[in-house]
């Protein structure tokens, strides 16, 4: 199916739903989620236009200001009114080609609110509100008046003013390198806030658990959340290189601004929020789109026994990328990545921010179409790279024939990469100019039937319902750390935020699966107490595979780590598709413990993460079928585990089970446990 061109759709009708519309002007407007709990409110207040989010009664956001700023001074959130209004109700399913559920139901109220300016140039607009059981969503749409036929915008002043000073889990978007969102999350009030990058997931004093993030970012610019008063955040936008935010014209709309929603942390996930406001598939038929395990050309190269460039250390030697081939496919795996495989990497181009790459030449120790080919005579497919330094120019003059070449000898996966904080022309990594550009690698990889894998991408906003080959991205710390990070690494409990606040937006390529936890050295190196190296215990690595979701999960660790491991069988085993996805307990910072349906089988797996302290929990089997009997496969930390002295002991157990057992599972510091259900015989 390689050389086939696929199909994209056109447009695709939405749901059946009622609607009501009213023209006569209004102060006040209101509306509510399906289940009642969740409500916005809309006034305007002397000329301002102002909305409120709460829940069950408690106010979550209070009155919050909106409005944009322009070039030249000029500013649109004054002498505004209501001229209009008209509801809307939608209730639709779908299924997913992919992801941590099979069906996504989208089932909510919608508020229309007509504003007008009452001064020159006299602009109108609409502020469209969705009020979810899991959260709300709202967004501009500017109409085709005098003043919007062509704008610069230079800000959006939509407000966030918190009802409380609630806790923040965070990453700053203000530090010298602003954009690549590979820092380590911090934690404090929001009045201590500066500039961060979304999600920002927060706890109200109430209990209340919510996340600022945007979904169906098009055609502008990334969303960062600066503090301007003590509890009270706003919109700002990642700029072109001549401070420019977003440029547009008449008819437009924004992204949506989601503020998720729920009682307990378990229950921001699985969240899908963000994909009821992105439209439908434009693939026509997805079938072609498959989530897998890989392996391949990329560790070694983080710990010096490979490297990218030519040498007797090159990972992308023909011969080697086929050893890597052999040993995924013995172990059902769909593909191998290969890191290094074309001219340009030879360069200094990291310390230089200066790359000539060319993304269809490859080394000359390395046959693209023979590796290729091979890959697909054992049922799999060989998943290209293309690193771009952020230099967009180049890559863009060579998109097209890349995508081309990858299509013609049959590569169906794509890895990229952004190293590099702004382009050649300095424009931000967030920025509507990278926004634009992620959607033309996208668009190109989809028709030539690839699927992408973003490194130092922009963030997840829900546009794999829209394209389903977008399947998985980097957007935080993964476990490339873990090789040369400063501080030793990724601390313990740093998984156990992503699960609350990165993963909240989308998938992410972690990379799990390092069984030489303690990173063997060359012979006669003295081990350094800072040297990195990963902070879990085996049994941790395993659980990863369940916890941080991605449809493209890598056994990130060299073939001969996993020779003569039996703990090596779970990541044989473990699914990266899911029908159901159940959340059983979490803290932000503390654990995490899930179970996932395998879509299509009748296998359940648990997955459980701790941070630095050891801990243990009895877990209820409800979540299995009733009346049905299960093995569960058990992968837990073995006597004296502990992520700091004794990461390696692993204990492997099997047990009968059913619907009404309580497992007591106990995780090591740093620890964690991963197990299998699968239908007894």
Same mark, same amino acid.
């Given at each position: 199916?390689?050389?086939?061109?696929?199909?994209?759709?056109?447009?695709?009708?939405?749901?059946?739903?009622?609607?009501?519309?009213?023209?006569?002007?209004?102060?006040? !407007? =209101?509306?509510?989620? /399906?289940?009642?709990?969740?409500?916005? &409110?809309?006034?305007?207040?002397?000329?301002?236009?102002?909305?409120? +989010?709460?829940?069950?009664?408690?106010?979550?956001?209070?009155?919050?200001?909106?409005?944009?700023?322009?070039?030249?001074?000029?500013?649109?959130? $004054?002498?505004?009114?209501?001229?209009?209004? $008209?509801?809307?109700?939608?209730?639709?399913?779908?299924?997913?080609?992919?992801?941590?559920?099979?069906?996504?139901?989208?089932?909510?109220?919608?508020?229309?609110?007509?504003?007008?300016?009452?001064?020159?140039?006299?602009?109108?607009?609409?502020?469209?509100?969705?009020?979810?059981?899991?959260? +709300?969503?709202?967004?501009?749409?500017?109409?085709?008046?005098?003043?919007?036929?062509?704008?610069?915008?230079?800000?959006?002043?939509?407000?966030?003013?918190?009802?409380?000073?609630?806790?923040?889990? *965070?990453?700053?978007?203000?530090?010298?390198?602003?954009?690549?969102?590979?820092? !380590?999350?911090?934690?404090?009030?929001?009045?201590?806030?500066?500039?961060?990058?979304?999600?920002?997931?927060?706890?109200?004093?109430?209990?209340?658990?919510?996340?600022?993030?945007?979904?169906?970012?098009? @055609?502008?610019?990334?969303?960062?959340?600066?503090?301007?008063?003590?509890?009270?955040?706003?919109?700002?936008?990642?700029?072109?290189? @001549?401070?420019?935010?977003? =440029?547009?014209?008449?008819?437009?709309?924004?992204?949506?601004?989601?503020?998720?929603?729920?009682?307990?942390?378990?229950?921001?996930?699985?969240?899908?929020?963000?994909?009821?406001?992105?439209? /439908?598939?434009?693939?026509?038929?997805?079938?072609?789109?498959? /989530?897998?395990?890989?392996?391949?050309?990329?560790?070694?190269?983080?710990?010096?026994?490979?490297? *990218?460039?030519?040498?007797?250390?090159?990972?992308?030697?023909? %011969?080697?990328?086929?050893?890597?081939?052999?040993?995924?496919?013995?172990?059902?795996?769909?593909?191998?990545?290969?890191?290094?495989?074309?001219?340009?990497?030879?360069?200094? *181009?990291?310390? &230089?921010?200066?790359?000539?790459?060319?993304?269809?030449?490859?080394?000359?120790?390395?046959?693209?179409?023979?590796?290729?080919?091979?890959?697909?005579?054992?049922?799999?497919?060989?998943?290209?790279?293309?690193?771009?330094?952020?230099?967009?120019?180049?890559?863009?003059?060579?998109?097209?024939?890349?995508?081309?070449?990858?299509?013609?000898?049959?590569?169906?996966?794509?890895?990229?990469?952004?190293?590099?904080?702004?382009?050649?022309?300095?424009?931000?990594?967030?920025?509507?100019?990278? +926004?634009?550009?992620?959607?033309?690698?996208? %668009?190109?990889?989809?028709?030539?039937?690839?699927?992408?894998?973003?490194?130092?991408?922009?963030?997840?906003?829900?546009?794999?319902?829209?394209?389903?080959?977008?399947?998985?991205?980097?957007?935080?710390?993964?476990?490339?750390?873990?090789?040369?990070?400063?501080?030793?690494?990724?601390?313990? %409990?740093?998984?156990?935020?992503?699960?609350?606040?990165?993963?909240?937006?989308?998938?992410?390529?972690?990379?799990?699966?390092?069984?030489?936890? !303690?990173?063997?050295?060359?012979?006669?190196?003295? =081990?350094?107490?800072?040297?990195?190296?990963? =902070?879990?215990?085996?049994?941790?690595?395993?659980?990863?595979?369940?916890?941080?979701?991605?449809?493209?999960?890598?056994?990130?660790?060299?073939?001969?780590?996993?020779?003569?491991?039996?703990?090596?069988?779970?990541?044989?085993?473990?699914?990266?598709?899911?029908?159901?996805?159940?959340?059983?307990?979490?803290?932000?910072?503390?654990?995490?413990?899930?179970?996932?349906?395998?879509?299509?089988?009748?296998? *359940?797996?648990?997955?459980?993460?701790? @941070?630095?302290?050891?801990?243990?929990?009895?877990?209820?089997?409800?979540?299995?079928?009733?009346?049905?009997?299960?093995?569960?496969?058990?992968?837990?930390?073995?006597?004296?585990?502990?992520?700091?002295?004794?990461?390696? /002991?692993?204990?492997?157990?099997?047990?009968?089970?059913?619907?009404?057992?309580?497992?007591?599972?106990?995780?090591?510091?740093?620890?964690?446990?991963?197990?299998?259900?699968?239908?007894?015989?």
């Amino acid at each position: 199916m390689h050389a086939r061109m696929w199909p994209l759709v056109a447009g695709a009708a939405l749901g059946l739903s009622l609607s009501a519309s009213r023209a006569e002007a209004q102060d006040s !407007l =209101r509306v509510a989620s /399906p289940d009642g709990k969740n409500t916005v &409110t809309v006034h305007v207040r002397d000329g301002g236009l102002y909305y409120a +989010v709460s829940r069950n009664g408690q106010p979550v956001l209070l009155p919050s200001r909106l409005g944009f700023a322009f070039r030249g001074g000029d500013s649109l959130r $004054s002498a505004l009114r209501i001229t209009g209004s $008209s509801r809307n109700t939608v209730d639709q399913s779908w299924t997913q080609p992919w992801g941590e559920v099979a069906r996504v139901r989208d089932h909510h109220h919608e508020l229309r609110v007509r504003i007008a300016e009452d001064r020159a140039p006299n602009r109108r607009f609409a502020v469209v509100f969705r009020a979810f059981d899991d959260g +709300v969503g709202f967004r501009y749409e500017l109409a085709d008046s005098a003043g919007f036929r062509d704008f610069e915008m230079m800000e959006e002043l939509t407000e966030f003013a918190l009802a409380d000073n609630a806790r923040a889990w *965070w990453i700053p978007s203000n530090r010298p390198e602003p954009d690549r969102q590979e820092i !380590l999350y911090s934690s404090s009030p929001v009045s201590r806030l500066d500039s961060v990058h979304t999600p920002l997931t927060l706890q109200m004093t109430s209990g209340v658990q919510v996340v600022i993030h945007e979904a169906n970012l098009v @055609d502008y610019a990334g969303m960062y959340l600066a503090r301007t008063s003590n509890r009270t955040l706003q919109s700002t936008l990642a700029r072109w290189a @001549d401070g420019v935010a977003v =440029r547009g014209r008449a008819p437009f709309v924004t992204p949506w601004r989601t503020i998720q929603l729920a009682d307990r942390p378990e229950d921001l996930h699985p969240s899908v929020l963000t994909l009821k406001l992105n439209p /439908p598939s434009r693939i026509a038929d997805t079938r072609w789109i498959t /989530p897998m395990k890989y392996n391949g050309v990329w560790w070694g190269l983080h710990i010096n026994t490979e490297t *990218w460039g030519q040498g007797p250390k090159h990972g992308a030697r023909t %011969e080697n990328v086929k050893r890597y081939m052999d040993f995924a496919a013995a172990n059902g795996f769909g593909g191998t990545l290969v890191e290094g495989w074309n001219l340009g990497w030879d360069q200094d *181009w990291f310390n &230089t921010m200066k790359a000539d790459f060319s993304f269809t030449q490859p080394y000359p120790d390395f046959d693209l179409a023979e590796v290729a080919a091979y890959a697909r005579q054992r049922g799999m497919t060989l998943i290209g790279h293309h690193e771009t330094a952020t230099m967009i120019d180049p890559y863009e003059r060579q998109l097209d024939s890349a995508m081309a070449l990858y299509n013609r000898v049959g590569v169906r996966a794509v890895k990229t990469g952004y190293v590099g904080d702004r382009t050649e022309h300095g424009h931000a990594h967030q920025s509507q100019f990278m +926004v634009r550009h992620h959607r033309r690698v996208i %668009e190109a990889a989809a028709r030539n039937g690839i699927m992408v894998n973003v490194h130092e991408p922009i963030k997840d906003t829900g546009e794999r319902r829209t394209w389903p080959n977008m399947l998985s991205r980097e957007g935080a710390r993964g476990m490339e750390y873990n090789a040369w990070g400063g501080e030793g690494g990724n601390p313990p %409990e740093h998984e156990t935020i992503l699960f609350f606040t990165r993963m909240v937006s989308g998938p992410m390529d972690f990379t799990p699966g390092i069984f030489d936890i !303690l990173i063997q050295r060359p012979s006669g190196t003295p =081990r350094q107490p800072h040297d990195a190296r990963p =902070r879990t215990t085996l049994a941790k690595q395993l659980a990863l595979y369940v916890v941080l979701y991605s449809p493209l999960q890598m056994a990130a660790d060299l073939p001969e780590n996993y020779a003569g491991q039996p703990a090596f069988q779970f990541i044989r085993d473990v699914a990266v598709d899911w029908d159901t996805t159940v959340v059983i307990d979490g803290e932000i910072g503390d654990h995490v413990i899930v179970a996932r349906k395998q879509r299509g089988a009748d296998d *359940w797996f648990l997955g459980a993460i701790s @941070d630095e302290e050891g801990r243990a929990f009895d877990v209820p089997l409800s979540f299995l079928p009733a009346g049905r009997n299960y093995v569960a496969e058990i992968y837990a930390d073995g006597p004296g585990a502990d992520w700091r002295d004794n990461p390696l /002991p692993i204990t492997i157990s099997q047990q009968q089970v059913t619907s009404g057992t309580t497992l007591r599972i106990q995780m090591a510091p740093g620890g964690g446990q991963a197990i299998r259900f699968r239908p007894a015989r």
